[in-house]
């Protein structure tokens, strides 16, 4: 809107300055390219084109060049035929609420700048939820609808400062890359929890670093799968306190991370520092009911 007094010789009749075209926010639409499935419940799908050069484009490059790189994604619903990037705003005006596109939080795997491509692993389980099952449909020419990407977490170039890597299903992407950016000479371990063996993968990483895989499946009371985070948690207790400084990344269920942060934080000492926790998900919350709990007291890893 203008700033500028009217004048009041200027005629009633004069008509209002036509209102500039609304803009798609920090959304780009990511179309995909083709999909790879990688574990019985692990697809990547591979996206291209002018939407990712511009998102790619957009994007901070400290953010871009963090390990645990993501982005804010909607999924629109193919029967309601809307067309990517989605203007949240827009659509709530006309667009009944049952048919808004659906936002949920993303590694991004890998970015090609030079190709302008970039991939998303997603963890499928038939059905259940939003994006597993739209990936799972993913055809080459389906479209998404992505925000400018987030990350904090980059490897240290220490090679003297031991690792420790702690994550389960939604934490592979994320790790995969961290693993793929430490220098040759790391040290460490790293601890990956997942169904069941068919669902490990081959990750490079440095000599030094030793991965290790947990499988829910038979881990439980009398062989039964055990609750998502419990393996974790057991294996990283069980492993010796560090004497010294130790670079941490550890992400996955909420509660794990709790009782991670508890580990870590308070008994262990690891300064906050060099400590990079979160939750990526909780047991028994939908996405949306696990974002709007960030803000309360159970969706706080960290006290105080």
Not at 47 to 57: D, M, Q
Not at 233 to 249: H, K, M
Not at 274 to 281: M, Q, V
Request: no cysteine; charged share 20%.
């Amino acid at each position: 809107m203008s700033s500028t007094p009217p004048n009041p010789a200027a005629p009633v009749s004069t008509p209002a300055a036509a209102p500039a075209p609304r803009r798609p926010g920090t959304q780009y639409a990511l179309v995909v390219q083709r999909t790879e499935q990688l574990t019985p419940h692990l697809l990547r799908v591979h996206f291209a084109g002018e939407g990712v050069a511009a998102w790619i484009a957009a994007a901070d490059p400290d953010r871009l060049a963090a390990t645990d790189t993501y982005a804010k994604v909607l999924f629109a619903r193919r029967e309601v035929g809307l067309t990517a990037p989605y203007d949240l705003e827009v659509l709530r005006e006309t667009v009944p609420l049952e048919d808004l596109p659906s936002r949920r939080t993303y590694t991004i795997r890998d970015v090609d700048a030079a190709a302008s491509t970039l991939a998303i692993d997603f963890v499928v389980h038939g059905d259940e939820g939003v994006a597993g099952p739209w990936a799972q449909a993913a055809q080459a020419g389906d479209a998404i609808s992505a925000s400018v990407p987030g990350g904090a977490f980059a490897p240290s170039d220490d090679v003297t400062l031991p690792r420790l890597l702690l994550g389960d299903d939604s934490a592979i992407p994320a790790i995969a890359a961290a693993l793929e950016a430490m220098p040759a000479g790391a040290q460490g371990v790293a601890i990956i929890e997942v169904e069941s063996a068919a669902e490990e993968l081959e990750l490079a990483h440095p000599e030094g670093i030793d991965l290790r895989w947990l499988h829910r499946a038979g881990a439980g009371d009398d062989g039964a799968t055990a609750t998502a985070g419990l393996p974790l948690v057991a294996a990283a207790r069980a492993l010796p306190a560090p004497t010294g400084p130790v670079e941490v990344f550890a992400h996955g269920e909420r509660g794990a991370m709790k009782e991670l942060r508890r580990l870590i934080n308070g008994e262990w000492g690891v300064d906050r520092s060099l400590l990079s926790l979160s939750a990526y998900w909780a047991l028994g919350r939908a996405e949306d009911a696990f974002q709007a709990e960030k803000r309360e007291p159970i969706g706080q890893i960290f006290e105080g």
